[in-house]
């Protein structure tokens, strides 16, 4: 019986707090910037939850996109609950193989987006993109970021994420509303 | 009957031989026959178990204490005497010709662990018992811990793909059940469904389910039930004895080797052994389940010794060590991934070619466990108990991540645990005893920041004080018993804000958990024996359910826990009939209701909560009314000499009462048996024996609509065979057994394991093992 208050003497310091971990590999924030080919102001898409999961609800912002005209997209990750913050797109495309975006339209929004970057597979990677609308329309975008998909399947580097498999990092719908 | 009381009630000690008379004898034609009586009483001994390891060959003692064994052969053998359980006692004689020997046994006031083997009484009764014996675990000493327990009737498994098991008594499972490795509480992250328990499974000579008053001897969960893992007694041989067994399995190409040295020398008694498994992919019928290799090593040393005739100590220390791969195709990302793994033909990133390879999703988990334990005799009736052991638990667990993350571990937690406990105990006299103890335990988790992530739980220590008493009586044909204890626990949580900056504020609990059991046995006639019991019991919320916060992986949901449960308060009602209808037919039904008052469950909650990673269903810890009621059925028939039929049933209902719902993860109706036909020995052959086996899991047909994401999987029946042969091999004791699981290499898939989801079960898998025991 008087072993454990030996042992129990020599063990940490119960009042002294626990280290929080540095949660350097989060994203909390999607930018996705839409700049007119032909010049004029960009329309940002954003969504910002910078705690985490829990605590205060994300921030959306949706912006309002013009008809028959042709946007070059960039899209931008970061990590904001650290500091300084951090670049999580710069580490996308540092691993450029093992990740891809993939930009999901409803049918209704006339709009159409393709790949303008790849990585070193020649395969894309959907940080940048070319973005062309049609007529006057609303409806939902999907942006998904997948860690570790196939990208030689079938359709996959054109954009299908149906039989791309990996695990989903980033998932982020917006109503896209083209005026 | 009195004198049956007696001896359940007695561990016997075996203290002298007397070799009396000598006949002459030919060879393989000699009888022996022993008489067991008690040393002080000078009364026969009935029902006494005479084990002789060479004939593999069990007797039961008669109404006057005797055995006859005829048919031996000229030469060694080792007697096993044991009762009801208690600890074997081995003795090593060289037979020359017939025999006729005394063994009187010493009324020796040892434990109460009496009324945890009451539990087991059955098991040299032929029936289905609550404990898993030596040969048995050697067997399967391929599989998981929770794996072998599948035998006993009412316990079932919790599965995360083939590796990792965990199991579930009478639907309860967790952190309502707790696990006793060689008289500590197995110390780790029990919440975890995906955790195993650290227990390599061959070190124990019995694992015992117990129920009664005498789970209340052990801390942890009264409202569940209790599952020991016991070593056995180091041998009173004077030489090294030593054990060996080697499995290989077509599944997984899997090796495991068991290796076991003892012997009972001049200054003390010792055992050594060690386990090494080495298991890969395991394979479906149709693809392999890719990343699921598991390589666990484990090794103990137990010592005895005797530092005087009424003193006795004893030290163990193992350490067990796994690393375990989890299924590829089932680490997602969000539900769109989940609901993308439903029904494929084969789950993602699926490799064509096997491999020992354990890659991300991994565990590894490494356990130490040191316990000192030691007994004084007060008087011959009185003794006093003073245990304590220290136990260490590394849990780090690997995702794929980004960057070079993957090597650093998404959860990484250290669990340090001290236990020390002082017990007395005393037999008034043969009908009457008394045991009472007092216990400490100390738990630290910590979590460490080499994750980069905010841990599932966070850190937390506890104190626990707790008092017990236990009083076992038997009157003429009765046996009552009844328990009392109480448990203090003084939590603190270093609780971390969900919104920025993150903070840490450290809280406090403070929980006082009460438990009350009493049970009778009545056996009006050798037929029937009619036991009954009831607990009361009291549990304190854990740290998961109070605190858990985030993404649990595997399943798509974010966890929530609420610091303001309160304790789970509970009454379960077991009754059971053991029936023997003549000396062929003998059959247990056991049923039970259990009824709960603040039941802390997980709750799926309406709203969805939106994350980066899309929208995900949110689960939260809840307190309902609920109750689970079932039954047991096992059955022993011997329609033959040389046939033995036994039969294993269980079925459960779970329900919330509040919210009337069917609770979930609760294990469907089954029942499974096997067939043995025992071969006639030969000169070179003996104990052999075909079993064929088959195992039926119903559909579990009750849940409603849309509490699973997915729906439950079909009914399935699996066929498996056993053939096995014992041959003597320069004087050691080699026995060979070939089996096959899932023969016709059934494609199905259960609910109890949770990559139901995303992978079929295991196909065909074939298994020989060689086990040798030398001297």
Redesign the interface.
Known sequence: ?F??LL??SC??D??E??????????????VYTLTPVDGGSSVVFS?Q??????????IIIEGILAANTEYTGALSLLNE?VDPISD?SA??L??GTMHQVFYQTESNLDMLIAYSDTDTNGNPIGLLTTISTANISTGTLTI?L???P?KTANGVSAGNIENA?????????FIVEID | MKLTSLIRLLSLYLCFIQMVIQVSGQNCNITIQISVIDQNTVQALPLAVLHIAETSQNYIANESGNFVVHSLCRGEYHLQLSHLGYEDLEQTLYIRSDTLLFISLIYQSTVLNQITVEVSSNDHDERVSNTISRNEIAQESNKNFADILENIPGVQTIRNGSGISKPTIHGLSGNRLSIMNNGLPQSGQQWGNDHAPEIDAFVADNIIVVRGASSLAYPGAQSGAIILVEPRKITSEKKILGSFNFITQSNGSGQTLNTALEQRGKFLGWRASATIKLIGDRKTPDYYLTNTGQHEGSASIHFEKNLSDSWRSTMYYSYFQTELGLLR?S????I??LE?AFGRPEP??TSENFSFQIAEPKQRVKHHLLK?TSKYYLTPTASLH?N?G?QLNDREEYD????D?SSSPALSMTQ?S?F?E?IFKKFRDENNSFSAGLQ?W?I?N??Q???????LI??Y?SYQGSAYAIFQRSKQKAEYDIGLRYDVKDL?V?S?????P?E?R?VNHLFENYSLSGGINYTPSEAIKISTNIILAKRSPEVNEMYS???HQGVSG?E?GDPNLTEEKSAKLTTSFDIKVGPKLTFQILGYYHRFIDFIYLEPQEEL??????A?PVFQYKQTNAEIMGSDLSLTYLPHPKFRLTLISSWLRGKNISRNLPLVFMPSSRIQGHIRYLFRNTEALVDNHLTISCRYVARQSHLREGQDFYPVPADYFLLGFSASTTMTVHGNKLQITLSGENILNKKYRDYLNRLRYFADEQGMNLILRVGMNFN
């Open positions: 019986m072993l454990p042992f129990n063990k940490k119960e009042n707090a626990p280290i929080l971990p540095n949660e350097e590999e989060l994203i909390t924030t999607l969504f939850d910078s705690d985490g999961d829990g605590g205060n609800t994300p609950s999580i580490e996308v540092e691993e998904t997948r860690h570790e196939t498999g990996g695990e989903t990092d980033i998932e982020v719908t | 195709g680490q997602i990302g969000n769109s991934d993308e993602f990133n000192i003073f304590y220290i794929i991540r980004r960057g993350r340090w001290h020390s002082a400490y100390y630290d910590a979590n920041p080499e994750t980069g992530i905010l841990p966070p850190d220590y603190f270093w971390i804000s969900e919104s920025l993150r840490i450290k916060f985030g993404l974010i929530e909560r939106l994350t980066i990673r899309g995900f």
